[in-house]
């Protein structure tokens, strides 16, 4: 494979990372950790000004009508920064799963408004962390369900919700979470800056959205690409830490010596590089793949998943490592990036999930 991102994309790639390191510093995220607010509406606001929530809906519903690149180099860069904002579950779920199978009114009510950011939205698939089936029903058109860890679950206007029909087939159905028969609980999390809910639906009325009973190949193919966005956060929030314990450890003198200079912390930087650059490449397949619609995109999504969150996990933890003592502190931002990344190995599935996902992959292909 021969893939780069063209000099338009990695111009929107620049000029997003000058934005947020501006609009989304260290000190910024550090004030959503510590507040009730469940993210940075003031950011959430400027992001939309920007059209980054517009970026792939197609301009007859008010986007941009862009490709899925640009929509990765956007998210490297909110990784990078660790923005608190609800973007992951509203562009990569919400607005994939309408633009894919929503019908043309719905189409007509949800794009414009996702695109404008008058609605967030997200999707309520897990029942439960790593509950490996849906249970929750949805009969004659009235949901009951308990949907849990939900991102921005608590802050969403509405949910693209998994539940069986009456054959008891997968489908996928559109709820309005504002619905009395909507309750809605913060959950706590590793990482506060973007919030997970439990979602308890009690006989609420949804529409469907999507082919009835074809909710498993919608959700495959919604979280394959999914997948590949999600790894460009991780690599971006990769970058970011281990650009941190670089700086560190060259500024930090022990014995009259940096301590970047000793080899034990030189193994330990060989391995973050090593990591990263294996999670980039995959994460890179699964851009191409997922730019074309290329048949392997299932395999590259599940590869990228999988080395991205490796790699974010052991980054993040060999940077506070790198630190010493300190990076065990509230003080330094290490734990940030070690917050971000325990998050984001569960958000669409866990770790051993994925890992089934490429066997099956494999030996489909085999």
Known sequence: MNFEFSEEQLFIRDQARNFLGQECTPAKVRRILDSPEPFDRDLWQKIVELGWTAMTIPESYGGLGLGYLELCVIAEELGRALAPVPFSSSAYLATEAIKSW??????????????????????????????PAVESQCLEGNLTAQ???????????????????????????LAELADAGVK???????????????????????????????????????????????????????????????????????????????????????????????????????????????????????????????????????????????????EFDCHLYYRRAQLLSGVIGTQPQWKEHIVARLLQAA
């Open 184 to 330: 809605r609980e913060t959950l706590n999390s590793m990482d506060p800056t973007r919030s997970q809910a439990r979602l308890d639906f009690d006989d609420v009325p949804v529409k469907p959205l999507g082919d009835q009973g074809a909710g498993d190949a919608e959700l495959s193919e919604l979280l394959d690409r999914a997948a590949v966005l999600l790894a460009f956060e991780q690599i971006g929030g990769c970058q970011a830490a281990m650009d941190m314990g670089i700086a560190y450890t060259k500024a930090r003198y022990a014995f009259g010596r940096p301590i970047a200079s000793f080899q034990a912390i030189k193994h330990k930087f060989a391995d973050m590089y090593v990591a990263l650059e294996l999670a980039r490449a995959n994460a890179y397949y699964g851009a191409c793949a997922l730019a074309s619609d290329a048949p392997d995109l299932p395999l590259a999504a599940a590869t990228a998943r999988v080395s991205a969150t490796d790699a974010f996990f052991l980054i993040s933890k060999e940077n506070i490592q790198a630190h010493g003592g300190m990076g065990f502190t509230w």
């Open 102 to 131: 929503g019908t043309e009114a719905q189409k007509q009510h949800y794009l414009p408004k996702l695109a404008a950011g008058e609605l967030i939205g997200t999707l309520a698939l897990a029942e439960g962390l790593g509950a």
């Open 147 to 173: 949907k849990f860890p939900v991102p921005d679950g608590d802050i969403a206007d509405f949910a693209v919700v998994a539940a069986r029909n009456a054959n008891g087939a997968t489908s996928l159905y």
